[in-house]
């Protein structure tokens, strides 16, 4: 099993996160289309790991995927993010999990715009806005 940066025992992950944002981020749990706080916005800055605080993805990289949910098509480092094979739900997707603690951020397909081809497709509740950082 990986050893993250950051690890906490269940108990410490419920003291930090709401129960929604423990369902999505350490159960892999996925938030109602449509709803999140970052499906219609614009601003700029650095979305972040609600979790850890770690940088996933700048503004610059966020697009309206029509998806439901906010979708970018490149994160900031390689490192930023893992990648791993999701066969629940009866379909093969590729997870998106926090490089820094390995908590689920969403999905990535292959369907983006140029440059990459990708839409990462992420939870709101998972990710925290950094409006001080540029992105």
């Known amino acids: 099993m990986k050893r993250y940066d950051i690890e906490h025992d269940e108990a410490g992950w419920k003291a930090l996160l ?3 944002q423990y369902r999505v981020l350490r159960q892999a749990g996925t938030e109602t289309p449509f709803v999140g706080e970052y499906v219609d916005t614009d601003v700029e800055g650095l979305y972040r790991c609600r979790a850890c605080g770690n940088p996933i993805f700048g503004s610059g990289t966020k697009y309206h995927s029509g998806c439901g949910w906010p979708s970018f098509f490149e994160p900031v480092s390689p490192d930023a993010v893992e990648e791993h094979l999701d066969i629940s739900r009866g379909m093969a997707r590729t997870e998106v999990r926090c490089g820094r603690c390995g ?28 409006e001080d950082a540029e992105g």
């Not at 969403?106 to 990708?118: E, I, K, Q, S």
């Open 103 to 130: 908590s689920h951020l969403g999905h990535v397909f292959t369907d983006g715009p140029r440059p990459t081809g990708l839409r990462y497709c992420m939870n709101s509740v998972a990710l925290d806005l950094d």
């Open 18 to 20: 709401t129960p929604e």
